[in-house]
């Protein structure tokens, strides 16, 4: 009897062995190069030989966007020594194509500016972005700050001016055609930090900045503050 009850106990002990959910371990070859293999997309790697899953199709970006600074002293974005609710606001985009892009006479709406066919920033003559570079436009202010390798700017019209509630962000290239289109509404209303890409350039949605222990803000840089 007691040869019955060890049997029962091991087949009990086995089954429970194979049900449980072990994480497979991946282990990539050596050999293994990252990359976007698509041909068709701007950021192609004819080197790579591995999907990094972030082919991309368009060589302008939007990445971070910062339109409600955080108070006090933390909400100086562009580094001037003072915090302002308007000046302190900040686009980021980014050039993911393999190629330099001239992003000269492109325009950024708000809501209002939109409906009135004003624009808030006209990016200057003779910008030209290099692959993986990024484009700041700050609301305004005096530019004083570290941003790595980014051209920054500040807005040439009008603050970016973007409502914490309700607004969107339009940006349309150099013949009037929209590029970008961002809703802010669907966002928090008052976050008090950017709402960025994590991982940067490659993840489809928004999250705010901050999620992940990553600070308030990285104009010009990737979330970790390293560079493009």
Request: a negative charge; one cysteine or more; aromatic letters at 8%.
């Amino acid at each position: 009897m007691r040869n019955k009850y060890f049997l029962l106990a091991l087949i009990v002990f086995s089954f429970s062995c194979e049900t449980e959910d072990v994480a497979p371990v991946v282990t990539l070859p050596t050999n293994t190069i990252l990359g976007c293999t698509d041909a068709n997309a701007v950021n192609y790697n004819s080197d790579a030989n591995s999907d990094n899953g972030c082919c991309k199709y368009e060589s302008l970006l939007l990445n971070e966007v910062l339109y409600d600074p955080p108070a006090g002293t933390d909400g100086d974005a562009n580094g001037d020594g003072t915090r302002d609710a308007n000046e302190d606001e900040f686009v980021e985009l980014i050039n993911v194509s393999n190629s330099n892009l001239d992003i000269s006479g492109y325009e950024f709406y708000d809501n209002t500016n939109l409906n009135q066919g004003m624009p808030n920033h006209v990016v200057p003559q003779g910008t030209v972005l290099s692959s993986n570079q990024a484009y700041v436009v700050f609301g305004g202010g005096t530019i004083n700050g570290d941003f790595g390798n980014a051209i920054v700017h500040t807005a040439s019209a009008a603050v970016l001016n973007l409502n914490n509630a309700s607004d969107t962000l339009t940006i349309k290239n150099d013949i009037g055609e929209i590029l970008i289109v961002f809703d802010i509404e669907v966002l928090s209303n008052n976050p008090d930090e950017s709402y960025t890409r994590l991982p940067d350039i490659c993840s489809s949605d928004f999250v705010q900045h901050n999620s992940a222990s990553n600070g308030l803000f990285s104009p010009g840089k990737k979330v970790d503050g390293t560079l493009f």
